[in-house]
């Protein structure tokens, strides 16, 4: 004779084939499958569908300068410079650009990829034979960013690093010095932005200048962290002739080559012919 935990189990367990068989019933009269033991099943009585992954963007092309739009013909009274560059039109930067590094100290450990550079700006400026005193801004590119301040603890450098093992240097020498972790994750650190360190170039840049004779002058210039600018890379060429109702040829050498080198130079120059410009349009 069963006793009554005995019977109450076995209700139980005839109570729940029961909802089985009743929810198995449902599902065929609405024309969806029963749910397997443990399955997920979404309100419309559909299996769960497993969360979407996420859509990771293509890395962003590197930025290109534009060349300004002008007219087939130059304004009334003024020539027509045209500065046509070879190589492969591409300048880049890298975090540390700085000219003049302080000397390394013999038992110092070397810093790498410290970040110093903050942007950059491609500029072309002439100066007029006679009038050195003024200088035309004949071209200026968009500053671009190439590093920004940011909180440490955005950027994960508030940790100290565990050292390894021991350190082994001359007893004549002084001891490294460890590195400079921020104080709080508030202290604001460079953030370096790698996707803006290279740059394009048009083939051809135009501008309208008066008649005579320019130095002309291309130009990178860096913004430093404090916001201050200076000269990276430049190349210049005098004697430049401009001449009423021609167009001036003015060749120029963009290149970057393996490793940090670049090369930024105006070659040389040249009137075209007559016919090298449109005639006027008519009334």
């Not at 909802?19 to 309100?43: H, I, N």
């Not at 790698?194 to 860096?222: I, K, M, S």
Request: glycine share 8%; net charge positive.
């Amino acid at each position: 004779m069963k006793s009554r935990d005995d019977r109450n189990v076995a209700h139980k367990h005839g109570t729940h084939r029961r909802e089985l068989a009743a929810a198995s019933l449902l599902a065929a009269m609405l024309g969806a499958t029963p749910a397997a033991p443990g399955e997920v099943r979404a309100a419309g009585g559909g299996a769960e569908r497993p969360a979407r992954q996420e859509v990771v963007p293509p890395p962003a092309r590197p930025p290109e300068i534009q060349a300004p739009l002008l007219s087939p013909s130059p304004e009334p009274g003024k020539s027509r410079l045209a500065l046509h560059l070879d190589g492969n039109r591409r300048w880049c930067t890298y975090p540390d650009d700085r000219l003049v590094r302080p000397p390394e100290k013999e038992g110092r450990l070397q810093k790498r990829n410290e970040v110093f550079t903050f942007g950059y700006q491609f500029t072309l400026a002439a100066v007029r034979r006679g009038d050195a005193a003024t200088v035309l801004m004949l071209f200026e590119s968009p500053v671009y960013r190439t590093a920004t301040w940011r909180p440490a603890s955005k950027v994960g450098m508030t940790q100290k690093s565990v050292p390894r093992g021991p350190t082994i240097f001359n007893e004549d020498q002084p001891p490294p010095r460890p590195k400079q972790i921020p104080k709080s994750p508030d202290t604001l650190v460079p953030y370096w932005e790698e996707w803006n360190r290279c740059v394009g170039l048009p083939e051809r840049l135009e501008f309208d200048l008066d008649p005579g004779t320019y130095d002309v002058y291309a130009a990178f210039d860096l913004m430093k962290g404090d916001g201050s600018w200076v000269h990276r890379t430049t190349g210049f060429l005098t004697d430049v002739p401009v001449e009423a109702g021609r167009r001036t040829r003015l060749d120029g050498l963009i290149n970057v080559g393996p490793g940090a080198d670049r090369q930024v130079e105006l070659v040389r120059s040249s009137i075209e012919p007559e016919s090298a410009l449109p005639e006027p349009a008519g009334p």
